[in-house]
């Protein structure tokens, strides 16, 4: 259990790092599709660097940081599976800790899921208009915000009316 919180530590600096890059960098760009390639992009390095292991002819300082940052979490682990817990001291910290993460993964899904859910009800229902390039242009009778997703752009009745084709082309 050592080694999967070892990498989900690296895994979270890593991509703590390139978001930083990337609010510092890219987050001004209006490229929303080059935005969205970089991010998954990084999201994937992020969980590819931790598992490349480097290795030096002579000992390298980082490299000490490094093996005695993955000797403390074995060690902890060592220590919390073959030696009794002192009575009424039943506390993990890496146990606690993987917990939170999960927890913290559960709760986003949660809300992912929701939010899918809620787009998928907003693109289902309401009346259908198809627009040039294969757009299919969703008018609704609540008050939303007007947004575009994948093939569709979704805009309530009173903002088509107003200013409807200005929307429309930002969308496209």
């Given at each position: 259990m050592?080694?999967?919180?070892?990498?989900?530590?690296?895994?979270?600096?890593?991509?703590?790092?390139?978001?930083?890059?990337?609010?510092?960098?890219?987050?001004r760009e209006t490229f929303h599709r080059f935005n969205r390639i970089v991010l998954l992009t990084l999201f994937t390095i992020s969980l590819l660097i931790p598992l490349i292991k480097i290795t030096f002819n002579h000992p390298v300082p980082y490299s000490e940081l490094t093996l005695n940052l993955d000797y403390l979490i074995s060690m902890a682990e060592v220590?919390?599976?073959?030696?009794?817990a002192p009575a009424g001291n039943d506390f993990n910290i890496v146990a606690a800790l993987i917990i939170i993460y999960f927890s913290g993964a559960a709760v986003t899904f949660i809300f992912s899921a929701i939010s899918f859910i809620r787009m998928f009800l907003?693109?289902?229902h309401?009346?259908?208009?198809i627009v040039n390039e294969g757009y299919i242009l969703i008018v609704h009778q609540k008050q939303i915000s007007p947004f575009s997703w994948m093939k569709y752009i979704v805009i309530s009745e009173n903002d088509l009316n107003e200013s409807g084709n200005e929307i429309v082309l930002h969308e496209l």
């Open positions: 050592g080694e999967i919180f070892v990498y989900i530590l690296k895994s979270s600096l890593c991509l703590a790092i390139f978001y930083l890059f990337f609010k510092l960098m890219l987050c220590v919390t599976e073959n030696s009794p907003l693109l289902s309401g009346r259908r208009q």
